[in-house]
């Protein structure tokens, strides 16, 4: 007979503690995917994923163990649960000391997402219709290629650990992808790719103001590939917009602040971190730098209040005023650091392992006003956004090539486009030479985040100011 | 008690038919996969997945949806979201550029060889020894310590269409690799990657890692410039393969391939030829079908430097007026296993030849296209690298980056080893590549150090 999600976790808990588990935990989660994709204004397919089964981690003999199933019988889950306890007692030969999780108070909880149009409400029909509105934004400006996709999820949630937590979530998310390629009647190329993301409805499409957003964009690929002219060359400034802001954030900061990484733990896949254990309280950047991760913005793509160990969320200060504050733990990490988990354990759905990940980071807003940016640059760029990056598995040589660009000269941002700048440079370079912020809100960009194996996207926001100054970056 | 997977898509199938869909694929699969990941030479955790799942595709009036569906706890619920699917297609608007998908079945599929080794049910008794054993071989090397995961799949089948294909089959693989390290900054990759436990040497994977990991030591930060250089099998997997991928329509028309307009053109030096082959025994993605039922093959991409030929599942072919490849993807074409011909250079005679100043990358990561339509991109290298002069290698450097473009690489090929390996590794190397080393030159190099 199956069993519904809810009672299969609790079972589960209450069969691996029988069995001999020192500590269990589970999560059932019920997800219900729907995506549309459109090519060049053809629909190419729709598609829906109703997804449910339950991920079952345990520490037996010092051990770690997990198990995902999607059959969800009592025959199932004592198999499944059996399995689980002999793979990781077989493993305990090649472990040093035991796997041990930090301390943390049991809590229970029930919460959601706020969306007003829920995508589980709004017909397929109406979402098909949408992404043709959306594709026709795109299409006004004569663009020979264009692709986008429109996706949702409804996720529930609920997790159980055998430390008498309890928390069970909803949080619906809606995301837009859109890819758009300009060609100039002499053969210049350029890719424009954007990503838009929140948790909530489809409310979120008209609060992006996507139509006008598209259309802007397809305008000014046209302007870029036709206008933009080659970047200086030798010492310059930067001021970079939101999108790269986060970006930094996110790539340069975020990733190496993962305590897992920093134990070496992803060191085969996603890498470690030039940030050694025992940076904690050093100077790694200016004193204007301030970087942040914080799952508990409301609407947010990385919205969380608990974490996927069941550990109630706040924002992190990762860097401080330029000194290395704060790390992205688990339980397992932060144990090994003698600290508390900062409750950024996170998996993409049931069947993965719940590891230290990154929410919504950016770099906070500093003091400037805007013309106060740019008064002493007499020579720079002002990077809006990005289309090719990469970073060394530390963490350390990064590179953003910019997309939409314009010439800063003599204290003024002018109009002159210039055709894809690199900003490629070192972390703690890179981080030394951001040397201000544009005061107000913080503006966010969306994006899915690789790491783990099998590998795990988890949806994150990345953003920063209007505007962030780097000082003197060799081009 | 269980269902059965052709009972499953029988039923299915035979649903969907009765409700009036042109052209339907369905796929009943069940699988039990496991995964033990280390890290700093001792195991993370174990893990398990047990899957059961159906995936189905439809088109009714050109209208096409898809669903994966993994509550099939009764028939009953399985219909339920059939219907769902269904009503969901309605909603669909119709896709004019649709051509179909094959309606030649029922077909004679060929055995390929080495694909299921029924051994792999027992592997989860004795799979950490293979672990420990690379551990040792890569400290034996001088390693200081080394993380990595290994994984391992046996799955089953069954394949049904309303062309009348029907395929049912067992499938096993394994996935090992280890990355080994002297210091944070001294490091080195070894991988073991395919479908039959008798090709499996975890151990071997380990010495190399411990090995290049040894070499790479007192690396010191280089400085950018234009280089000659040679490509490992695992950097060609990644950069060669990701230009040899771009030869499929669907890429094409989306525009995020370089090979757009370039078919029967040199697009690489003479030396080059490269196939997409879903019958190589062995072979991570080889297959007797592909996602709607067609026969894999061997199919010619790239021929003396001439692009041939692209993938295509039988909605592509039908646009471009030829025929199916057997490398359905019912969305897209996906490619099988990538193969490249093996050159005529022996890995020291590369070396040997290298009297100007030569990069030897071992292992890169990262690589993103700035330009996917000119095929502008670059990848970090991470893991030893080695500058070689003279004939010889003179010493280890760091912190360099590709940044060049697929047609220059792809047209600077000077010379390709004479054996290939299997290369898939995480998220850099997705499909499964049949790789030589290859030497290129006047390849670009960045760095980020100012």
């Given amino acids: ?475 | 008690m269980e269902i059965s997977l052709s009972e499953l898509a029988d039923t299915s199938l035979s649903f969907l038919v009765k409700e009036g869909v042109d052209d339907a694929v369905i796929a009943a699969n069940r699988s039990l996969s496991h995964q033990i990941r280390f890290s700093n030479n001792e195991v993370s955790i174990s893990k398990r997945w047990h899957t059961v799942n159906l995936s189905v595709y439809l088109v009714k009036e050109k209208k096409i949806a898809s669903t994966d569906l993994n509550d099939i706890s009764s028939l009953d619920r399985v219909t339920a979201a059939l219907k769902d699917l269904l009503s969901f297609v309605n909603s669909m608007k119709e896709n004019p550029e649709y051509r179909g998908i094959s309606e030649g079945g029922p077909f004679d599929y060929q055995t390929i060889p080495q694909t299921y080794d029924p051994s792999i049910k027992d592997f989860p008794d004795y799979a950490i020894d293979n672990i420990e054993e690379a551990i040792n071989a890569a400290m034996a090397e001088g390693a200081t310590s080394s993380a990595g995961i290994l994984q391992w799949l046996d799955g089953e089948e069954f394949l049904k269409t309303t062309g009348n294909a029907e395929v049912d089959r067992q499938r096993s693989h394994f996935l090992f690799q280890i990355r080994s390290f002297l210091s944070p900054t001294e490091s080195g990759q070894g991988i073991c990657v395919g479908r039959d436990l008798a090709t499996f040497n975890a151990a071997q994977a380990g010495q190399n890692a411990g090995e290049l990991a040894r070499q790479s030591r007192g690396g010191k930060a280089a400085k950018g410039g234009t280089f000659n250089a040679i490509f490992a099998p695992t950097v060609v997997g990644d950069i060669i393969g990701s230009a040899i991928e771009a030869a499929n329509p669907f890429l094409v028309e989306a525009g995020r391939s370089w090979l757009g307009d370039k078919l029967g053109q040199q697009i690489s030096s003479e030396e080059f030829s490269a196939y997409d082959d879903g019958t190589i025994p062995n072979g991570f993605r080889s297959a007797e079908a592909d996602a709607e039922g067609v026969p894999t093959k061997k199919t010619l991409l790239i021929e003396n430097g001439v692009l041939k030929g692209l993938i295509h599942n039988t909605n592509t072919a039908r646009k471009a007026e030829t025929e199916s490849t057997g490398n359905a993807g019912l969305v897209l074409p996906e490619n099988t296993n990538i193969a490249i011909d093996p050159g005529s250079y022996r890995f020291d005679e590369m070396i040997a030849e290298s009297k100007s100043p030569t990069i030897y990358v071992s292992n890169c990561w990262y690589s993103r296209a700035a330009s996917p339509i000119e095929g502008v991109f670059s990848s970090v290298p991470r893991d030893a690298m080695f500058l070689i002069e003279n004939g010889e290698i003179q010493r280890p450097i760091r912190e360099l980056r590709i940044s060049d473009s697929y047609p220059n690489v792809m047209r600077n090929i000077i010379a390709i080893q004479n054996k290939v390996r299997q290369v898939k590794w995480w998220l850099e190397v997705i499909t499964p590549v049949f790789a030589p080393a290859i030497m290129i030159k006047d390849v670009k190099f960045t760095t980020g150090t100012q």
């Avoid at chain 1, 106060?372 to 990005?386: C, H, R, T, V």
């Fill in chain 1, 1 to 475: 007979m199956t069993l519904e999600g809810r009672d299969a976790a609790d079972l589960a808990i209450e069969l691996a503690m029988a069995k001999g588990a020192q500590f269990a935990e589970a999560r059932f989660v019920q997800g219900c995917v729907n995506q549309f994709l459109l090519k060049n204004g053809n629909p190419e397919i729709g598609a829906f994923e109703r997804s449910s089964g339950l991920g079952l981690r345990l520490i037996v003999d010092g051990a770690a163990g997990f198990a995902s199933m999607n059959v969800l019988t009592q025959k199932s889950l004592e198999e499944s649960i059996s399995a689980a306890l002999k793979i990781a007692r077989t493993s305990r030969s090649l472990r040093r000391a035991p796997l041990q999780l930090s301390e943390e108070p049991a809590n229970t909880a029930t919460y959601e997402a706020k969306a007003l149009d829920k995508p589980v409400d709004k017909h397929p029909e109406d979402k098909v219709r949408l992404l043709g509105e959306i594709d026709a934004s795109m299409a006004t400006h004569q663009l020979p290629f264009r692709f986008c996709l429109l996706w949702d999820n409804d996720e529930r949630k609920y997790y159980v650990n055998s430390e008498g937590s309890r928390i069970e979530s909803y949080i619906p998310r809606v995301m837009f992808f859109g890819v758009m390629t300009a060609i100039s009647s002499n053969g210049q190329m350029e890719q424009s790719m954007i990503m838009k993301g929140a948790s909530g409805g489809y409310e979120w499409i008209e609060r992006w103001n996507l139509y006008e957003f598209l259309t802007k964009e397809a305008e000014t690929l046209n302007k870029i590939v036709s206008e933009a002219t080659a970047p200086p060359t030798g010492n310059v400034d930067f001021v970079v917009g939101p999108n790269v802001a986060g970006i930094i954030a996110h790539e340069n900061c975020g990733h190496p602040s993962e305590a897992d990484r920093i134990l070496g733990r992803e060191a085969a896949q996603a890498g470690e971190s030039y940030l050694a254990p025992d940076f904690l309280g050093e100077r790694v950047g200016n004193d204007s730098l301030t970087i942040i991760d914080d799952p508990t913005i409301e609407g947010s793509f990385g919205y969380f209040l608990y974490d996927d160990e069941g550990v109630k969320t706040r924002p992190k200060t990762l860097i401080k005023e330029g000194v290395f504050n704060e790390m992205i733990h688990n339980r397992e990490s932060a144990f090994i650091f003698g600290t508390h988990s900062t409750a950024a354990s996170r998996s993409e759905t049931f069947s993965r392992e719940p590891i230290p990940r990154m929410s919504n980071t950016f770099i906070a807003p500093g003091e400037l006003n805007w013309d106060e940016i740019f008064e002493d640059i007499k020579l720079g760029i002002y990077m809006i956004n990005f289309t090719e990056w990469n970073i060394d598995d530390r963490r350390f040589q990064s590179k953003y090539i910019g997309m939409e660009c314009y010439l800063i000269k003599n204290g003024e941002l002018t109009s002159e486009l210039i055709k894809r700048p690199v900003l490629e440079t070192t972390t703690t370079d890179l981080f030394e030479a951001i040397d201000g912020s544009a005061k107000g809100d913080v503006e966010f960009t969306a994006a899915l985040c690789g790491k783990g194996d099998p590998p795990q996207a988890v949806p994150v926001w990345a953003g920063g100011s209007r505007g962030t100054r780097i000082r003197n970056i060799r081009i």
